[in-house]
Every structure is written in C-alpha cells, then in structure tokens.
C-alpha cells in the first residue's frame, strides 16, 4: 500500500535535498552577509540643525505638492517627492517638510489591490489544476486496485 503523503518522491532525493540546503544557505549567507556588512559601514554625517516642526508646533501653510526638478535636491523632496510649507509657532519660521500625498497614497493603494487580485487568481487556478491533478491520481490508483483483483 502506497503511503498518502502528497510530497513527490523527487523531492525526497537526496542529491535534490543537498541542493535544497546549498541553495538556502547560500540566500542566508547572502543576505545576513549584507545586513552585516550594512553595520560596519558608517558613513560621516553633517551635523545638521533640527528642523523647528520636530520640536515644536507648526502650522501647514501650504499644502503638500510634488517637488519639482529644481526642489529634488532639498532634503526634504528626497524621501517622498513631496513637500509642504511649515510655520513653526514659537521660532516663527518656515520650513518645508517631507509629506505624503493623498493621490500617490490612493494611487499605490489601488495597485496594491491589483497585484493581491492577480495573485489571488492564479493561485486559484493553481489550485484548481492541482486538485485535478490529485483526482486523476487518486481515480487511477483505484482503478489500478481494482484490475489487480
């Protein structure tokens, strides 16, 4: 009697499995080989001022907008592509500070929804095909059983 395990002998070899170990362990290697060497590196920071908004209240006096090519070059524009006007209350000042905008945010959003719905799908069909598979299986096992009596 067959055993009803659905892992594929192939998969049981143990040439594939030492493949299975060599490959894994070499993407482990690699990518906490990086995290390490990501620690060591330590770069010279300009010791820049704190913005005011970090430290006090602020007011938005312009709203958040896409940077153009020339405001690309100010840190503020770097992490988002987007920036708005501050006047901070007590210092009085104005600064920009990075923002995130509401029609990027939808944007990425509905993309996001995009993929999770293609993936949804063909991992159904995966599924769907695999589970005939199975059946297919399963049927000429029987049959088999049955033409040996």
């Known amino acids: ?15 594939v499995l030492i493949l299975h170990v060599l490959f894994w362990g ?10 390490l ?7 010279v920071v300009k010791p820049m001022a704190t913005p005011c ?27 988002t592509g987007y920036v708005e006007k501050v006047n901070c209350t007590k210092s009085n000042r104005d600064e920009h500070k990075s923002c995130r905008s509401t029609l990027m945010e939808e944007h990425l959003f509905w993309k996001f929804e995009v993929a999770m719905l293609v993936l949804t799908m063909v991992f159904g ?12 299986l399963a ?8 033409e040996s009596i």
């Open 1 to 15: 009697m067959e055993s009803d395990c659905r892992i594929p002998v192939v998969c049981c070899r143990p040439r």
């Open 26 to 35: 070499l993407v482990s290697l690699r990518v906490f080989g990086a995290a």
């Open 37 to 43: 060497l990501g620690e060591e590196k330590t770069t």
């Open 53 to 79: 908004w970090l430290l006090e209240d602020f007011v938005v006096t312009t709203e958040c907008w896409q940077c153009n090519a020339f405001q690309s070059s100010w840190s503020a524009c770097g992490l």
């Open 125 to 136: 069909i995966l599924v769907f095909v695999r589970q005939h598979w199975l059946d297919r």
């Open 139 to 146: 049927s000429e096992k029987v049959r088999r059983q049955i």
